[in-house]
Structures are given as C-alpha cells and as structure tokens.
C-alpha cells in the first residue's frame, strides 16, 4: 500500500519537476547518479554499522523506501540544486540549511508511516545527516558546474 | 561510519593490487569520451554494484554472501564500489564504445564479458573478498552478471544517445 502510495507521490511530483528543473540532462544524470551514491552509503552505514535506525524489512516497505532514497529525495535535491544556481552568493548557502531542514522533514514523514524504526537516532543526528549530504551534494554540483571541470578540455 | 578491517589480511591485498593495476590500465589507456560521460559511467557501475549487493548481501531481502571480513559496510568496500567496480565498468563501457557491433557480436560480447567476472569473482572468493552463505554459489553469480550486463549495456548506450544528441545540439 505504501509502495503505491509513494509511486503516486513520486509521480506528482515529477510534474513539478519537469516544470522546475533547470539542468540539462549531461549534468542531471551524473548528479543524480552521485547522489544515490552518497545516500546510499551513508544510509547503509546507519542502518548497518551504527544501528541507529532499523532498516525496512517488509516487502512494502522495503519498495517504498527505495523510492523515497532512490526518486524522490535525488529529485529534490536537484530543485534544490536549480535553486542554488539561481540565487546570488550570500543567499546559495542558505539551500543548504533549507535542504536539510526539508529532509528532516521527510525523514519524520518515513518515520511516522512506520517504514523506518528510530533506535538510537535524535534530531541532532538527523540534523548533522541531512546538512552533510545537502552539503555534499551542493559542492559536487559547484565542481561539476565549475571552469576547473569544464574548462581544460572536453575528455578526461 | 564505515568499519576498518578488523584484520588486514588477503582480501585487503586482494583489493588494493587490483585497484592499482586497474588505475595504471586506466590512466593508460586512451580516451575518448566527454568528462560528464565518463564521470556518469563511474558512476553507474559504483551505484549498480552497491545496490546489487543491498538487494543481495545485506540480511534484507537476502542475504548470499558477504563481501570482506563482516557483515558491515568496511573502507574497503566503499573502495571496491568507487574504484574498482567504477573503472572495471568503463572498460566495459569503453568496449561499447569502440567496437560497433552486431546482435549476434553484442550477445556474445555480454556472454564474455559476464563469464571474465565470474572468473574475477571466483579469484576473489578465494582471496576471502566475498564469502558465500545460506547456499549462493559462483553459478547463480554468473547467471546475475548476465542480467547485470545487459541492463548496463542498455544504460550505457542510452548515455552514448543522450551525449551524442547534446553535442549535435551544441
């Protein structure tokens, strides 16, 4: 139910962001791939090596949320991204905070329809989580945009 | 976060002299394609090997192997996903690039290509990288690798697609 759920969400939400999104497709994918990366190394570590957080282990579960890691949070991050490009120095940092305080908020929302189980996690873990991988994210975006990566020739 | 080995041992050795000899064919080699392009196939293969092992070493939904000395998420796997599967999958990729084939070549490119994996894969299990459990053999690998390479080959071409049109775009 909850995978269906989720699916239907991811599909909303792909309305708005083909409306939204502002990167071509030659920087999206490698962005999106660099973040289901990262996610899901980091969300592996916590589930596994730490055990701060119960990992899904019903079938429905499980599917939802590989769409919640998988989907949606990648395709937020990248509006987020968009955003970034749009605002002017002092202000693009400030999309790090605001991602990280929009992913604590998704993280509760998976937390609460019981696809997660907290076992030794608080808000502060989840706020030192969310604000290192916005911050990741948001720097892999600035080199692959910056004139160090795209200047000296086309071919690595 | 991530587990040191809690001994440094064959597999560790195993890992790194692969990784050195596949970043010496790397920086060696010649090449042809764009920077994204080739950071997005890194990519791939790092995330397509990652999630095969969540789905199939990591107690949920299976759990057929493990991959170093434990259970958990060691610095060496991280390494083995970022580097070894990332360049090993661009030789791959590579492959597909140069070499303009056929059905009948391509089908048995992948048949190839899957059976030099599962021969690596039967070298690493006797350097203790993976240790199989609950009755996973080298057989049932195979027969992944097979399903594995032709969803990357599928990927890959797809990626070739999307460049090529945004370089006649430019």
Known sequence: MLTYLFFLVFCLFLLFFNKLNALPLTKLIPIWLFLLLISGLMINAIFTNLELIEKPMTVDHFIAFHIFQKLLLPGVMILLMSLYSFLTSPLKWATTILGALIFMLFEKIVELTGIIEYKHWNIGFSALFWFTFTLLSIAFFAFLNSKRWNGDGQHV | ?170
């Not at chain 2, 690998?141 to 599928?154: E, K, P, T, W």
């Open chain 2, 1 to 170: 976060m991530f587990k040191a080995p809690s001994n440094f041992d064959h597999n560790e050795w195993f890992i790194l002299v692969s990784m050195l000899l596949l970043l010496i064919a790397f920086i060696k080699m010649p090449k042809s394609m764009p920077k994204d392009l080739t950071l997005s196939i890194f990519l791939f293969f790092a995330v397509i090997d990652l999630n095969a092992d969540v789905l199939m070493a990591a107690s949920y939904p299976f759990d057929f192997y493990t991959i170093t000395d434990s259970p958990k998420l060691e610095i060496f796997d991280v390494l083995v996903y970022i580097v070894n599967y990332s360049i090993y999958g661009y030789f791959f990729a590579w492959i597909l690039s140069k070499w303009k084939m056929g059905a009948g070549v391509f089908g048995l490119f992948i048949i190839c290509w899957s059976g030099l994996t599962t021969l690596i894969e039967w070298t690493s299990v006797k350097f203790r990288v993976f240790t199989y459990i609950n009755g996973w053999t080298t057989a049932y690998s195979s027969l992944c690798y097979l399903f594995i390479f032709f969803f990357s080959a599928a990927v890959i071409k797809s990626l070739f697609y999307i460049w090529d049109y945004d370089a006649r775009a430019d």
